[in-house]
């Protein structure tokens, strides 16, 4: 029976050398896991920082957009208030032409004095300069058509003053 239990402790020891053998093992991946757990935690809180950054870029992303909406909005409100002075001074200056027409016609002995387009010049060239002091910061910005049109349409009506102002 020694026989049995020598061997059967032999066997012991063989199991306990191969237990502490695993162990061993098990100890270096537990190690291997752990440091890689804190190099984890270092990816995560960089991650993290990383976020936190494009958060607050996209908040000042999202303040300069309503910040330059806020300066087109009112950039948009000058160029129209703009082109209704504008209109207002082409009716003034067809009302102004219409009239001196029905002046020359029903007085020939006029024909002497010459009309004077002062006023009219005054007030286009007040229009002038505000469209200039208004666009000026703006000249890389092209002009819409309609107030380009407009602008040219008041030379327009500058140059058949001056040519009415000539017949007379």
Same mark, same amino acid.
């Given at each position: 029976?020694?026989?049995?239990?020598?061997?059967?402790?032999?066997?012991?020891?063989?199991?306990?050398?191969?237990?502490?053998?695993?162990?061993?093992?098990?100890?270096?991946?537990?190690?291997?896991?752990?440091?890689?757990?804190?190099?984890?935690?270092?990816?995560?809180?960089?991650?993290?920082?990383?976020?936190?950054?494009?958060?607050?870029?996209?908040?000042?992303?999202?303040?300069?957009? $309503?910040?330059?909406?806020?300066?087109? &909005?009112? *950039?948009?409100?000058? @160029?129209?208030?703009?082109? !209704?002075? %504008?209109?207002?001074?082409?009716?003034?200056?067809?009302?102004?032409?219409?009239?001196?027409?029905?002046?020359?016609?029903?007085?020939?002995?006029?024909?002497?004095?010459?009309?004077?387009?002062?006023?009219?010049?005054? $007030?286009?060239?007040?229009?002038?300069? &505000?469209? *200039?002091?208004?666009? @000026?910061?703006?000249?890389? !910005?092209? %002009?819409?058509?309609?107030?380009?049109?407009?602008?040219?349409?008041?030379?327009?009506?500058?140059?058949?003053?001056?040519?009415?102002?000539?017949?007379?």
């Amino acid at each position: 029976m020694m026989a049995v239990s020598t061997i059967f402790e032999v066997l012991l020891c063989i199991l306990l050398v191969v237990m502490m053998a695993y162990a061993i093992v098990l100890r270096k991946h537990l190690m291997v896991l752990k440091s890689g757990k804190d190099d984890f935690k270092t990816v995560m809180g960089t991650f993290n920082q990383a976020v936190n950054q494009a958060s607050q870029t996209i908040q000042e992303l999202k303040n300069v957009a $309503q910040k330059e909406q806020t300066q087109m &909005t009112e *950039k948009i409100d000058r @160029a129209l208030s703009m082109c !209704e002075e %504008l209109e207002f001074l082409i009716g003034r200056s067809e009302t102004l032409v219409s009239e001196m027409e029905k002046i020359s016609q029903k007085t020939p002995s006029i024909s002497q004095k010459k009309p004077s387009i002062e006023p009219v010049q005054t $007030q286009i060239s007040s229009a002038k300069k &505000t469209i *200039k002091k208004e666009l @000026a910061p703006h000249k890389e !910005e092209k %002009l819409k058509p309609e107030l380009k049109a407009t602008i040219d349409d008041i030379h327009d009506e500058l140059k058949i003053f001056k040519m009415l102002q000539n017949i007379r």
